[in-house]
């Protein structure tokens, strides 16, 4: 079965950066694209970004655009999400996950796949 495992997830603070990793496994990583989506408390879960299944293609949500970076290493299956500029606000449980498509989706529901999540803590 298809498993995704988060991890690089910590306690920051404001201004600093951080890279999350998922490694993928139980199917073909690369014909899928891959998103990061985040959880803060008492809030909906929100798309942050998606590649495509070449990672030729990539996607931000407004509020990070500029300051995080999706990237894939298809041999390696895994996807990156490199964190900059980090503030208190990105502070969320971070998941990663795969739909059944190759090309970017925002909406959450698309998603079959999710991880259980890594905490990102930003202090101020």
């Known amino acids: 079965q298809v498993q995704l495992v988060e991890s690089g997830g910590g306690l920051v603070q404001a201004g600093d950066s951080l890279r999350l990793s998922c490694a993928a496994s139980?199917?073909?990583?690369?014909?899928?694209?891959m998103g990061w989506f985040r959880q803060a408390p008492g809030k909906e879960r929100e798309f942050v970004a998606g590649i495509s299944y070449s990672g030729a293609i990539t996607n931000y949500a407004t509020s990070v655009k500029g300051r995080f970076t999706i990237s894939r290493d298809n041999p390696k299956n895994m996807v990156y999400l490199q964190m900059n500029s980090l503030k208190p606000e990105d502070a969320a449980i971070y998941y990663c996950?795969?739909?059944?498509?190759?090309?970017?989706?925002?909406?959450?529901?698309?998603?079959?796949?999710w991880g259980q999540g890594t905490q990102v803590t930003v202090s101020s």
């Open positions: 139980g199917r073909t990583f690369s014909r899928y694209s």
């Open positions: 996950a795969s739909p059944d498509y190759g090309s970017i989706v925002t909406m959450e529901s698309a998603y079959r796949y």
